[in-house]
Every structure is written in structure tokens, then in C-alpha cells.
């Protein structure tokens, strides 16, 4: 999470001309009839977001006004899809933005590397999951949950160093040539929570997951005798 006062204006602009258009085709494409009817749904919705609003919390702040925390995206949107994972995200920060941990100015740009981003990426590679059509349960835990998340990860560490360079307000660490060895300290926990967190939703709750396909990776396995 970037402070706004490490941000140009331009950045910040730039944040919510990207972040609002995406926000509103959520709201656009969100199954309100269903979320109004299912009492589930609505439960998996408010339980997502304290939960995402919590784990947005436990963070560590810099005194040059960046934190770090991680991100949790990647599971929220394989729980409840893409356009309740954007909402959702955007209710987590208000909530932050009303305790006064994140500026208001820079919801933009924190939502397009916190929020947008990672729902980008695994939605991505929720659709090639599904487009592949594996039968292998773990293809779907690893490929949607762990290296989603890994790569939502990395990439939203690398643009939000590219942000702070190419503004040229935040000064740069000298040991940034070391930055590489810590990716792995940031990447392999986002990776391992969300995935512990999918893995558990496979075997304990499936239904719960709207990319999860039921029928084809938990039906009984094909024989021989079944091809005929």
C-alpha cells in the first residue's frame, strides 16, 4: 500500500480514471438478484470482506509511508467470482480509509495494485484452468490458487516500484539491486495463504467456490469400460 503523498497528482488521477470505469462495470456485471435471494451468498460476501479488511490490517508500516501487508485477493475471487471480489475489495478499503489506515487520494491507485491486479490475474488463469478442462484436482489448487497468487504478488510489488520511480518522490533504497532475493520472502506466503485457503474450501466446502467445477473434478474417475 502506497501513502498518497509518495504519489504525483498525475499518478493519482491516473489511479481513479483506471480504477472507477472497472469498479462500475463490477457493479454492472454483479449477480445482485442472486446475492438478494441466497442468504449464503451474503454471508460469503460479509465474512469475505471482514476478512479481507482484517488481514489488510495486520501490516507493517514505513515511516516513508509505504506498507506492507499481504494482499488475500486471489482467494476472495475464486470464492466469489470477479465482480464481487472488486466490490468487495473496494468495501475493505473504505473500511480502511474510515479507521484512517489509507488515504482517501490514493484509493485509486492502491485499489488498481491491491484489487484490480490481482483479480486480473486470477481470473486469467482461473479461464485457462477451465478452458484446459483438467480432471487432476490439484491443477485447479495450484494453477488458480498458488500461482495466482504468486504472480499477483510479484506483480503488483513491481509496479508499485515502478510507480515510485517513474514519480520520483519516493527516494529509492540503495540495496534495490537486492530487491531480488526478498521477492521470494513476499511471493511464497501470499502463495501458501491463499492457496492453505483454497485447498481447505476444496475439501471442506466446494460449493462455496464459483470457479470451482464440481462435477468435473470431484466425479468418479473414468475406466476403460466408460470410454466404449
Known amino acids: 500500500m502506497i501513502g498518497a503523498e509518495l504519489l504525483s497528482p498525475q499518478t493519482l488521477v491516473v489511479g481513479w480514471l483506471i480504477y472507477v470505469p472497472v469498479l462500475a462495470w463490477a457493479a454492472w456485471r454483479a449477480p445482485w438478484v442472486e446475492l438478494f435471494t441466497d442468504s449464503r451468498r451474503q454471508h ?39 465482480p464481487l471480489a472488486m466490490l468487495g475489495g473496494l468495501i475493505a478499503q473504505l473500511a480502511l480509509v474510515l479507521l484512517g489506515r489509507q488515504d482517501m487520494v490514493a484509493l485509486g491507485v492502491n485499489g488498481v495494485l491491491l484489487v484490480l491486479l490481482p483479480v486480473l490475474v486470477t481470473e486469467c488463469c482461473a479461464i485457462l484452468v477451465e478452458r484446459a478442462q483438467p480432471r487432476n484436482l490439484f491443477v485447479y489448487i495450484f494453477c488458480s490458487g498458488f500461482l495466482a ?33 526478498y521477492l521470494w520472502l513476499i511471493i511464497f506466503p501470499e502463495a501458501f495463504i491463499n492457496g492453505m485457503v483454497i485447498s481447505a474450501l476444496v475439501v471442506f466446502s466446494p460449493e462455496w467456490l464459483e470457479t470451482f467445477n464440481r462435477t468435473r473434478y470431484l466425479s468418479a474417475p473414468w475406466k476403460d469400460d466408460d470410454k466404449s
Open 44 to 82: 460469503l460476501l460479509f465474512g469475505t470482506v471482514l476478512a479481507l479488511f482484517m488481514l489488510w490490517l495486520v501490516r507493517r508500516d514505513f515511516d516513508t509511508g509505504v506498507s506492507y501487508h499481504f494482499i488475500g485477493m486471489t482467494a476472495v475471487t475464486l470464492l466469489l467470482d470477479w
Open 149 to 181: 497468487a504468486a504472480l499477483s504478488a510479484l506483480l503488483c510489488l513491481l509496479l508499485g516500484l515502478g510507480l515510485l520511480w517513474y514519480d520520483g518522490v519516493f527516494a529509492m533504497p540503495y540495496w534495490l539491486s537486492d530487491f531480488i532475493g
